[in-house]
């Protein structure tokens, strides 16, 4: 589970990810910030999931990974 603050190369992929998407604009710079937390958001409220609004759990990697490429 991520949420803001958190950092390192699961952000990073987090990032890459929601890019793919048209989500999120920023570097993948691996710092889970005020704008993953937004771009996260938004996937999560368009897909129903939001039970954990702004944080990265299990269902809402199970949904971007099967929406996305490995980056």
């Given at each position: 589970m991520?949420?803001?603050g958190d950092?390192?190369?699961q952000v990073r992929e987090l990032q890459q990810r929601l890019r793919q998407l048209h989500l999120y604009r920023g570097d993948a710079d691996g710092?889970?910030?005020r704008r993953?937390?937004?771009?996260?958001r938004v996937f999560q409220w368009a897909r129903g999931l939001r039970d954990n609004l702004g944080v990265y759990d299990e269902p809402t990697r199970r949904q971007l990974e099967s929406e996305t490429s490995q980056p």
């Open positions: 991520l949420r803001r950092s390192g190369p710092d889970f910030d993953v937390e937004d771009a996260l």
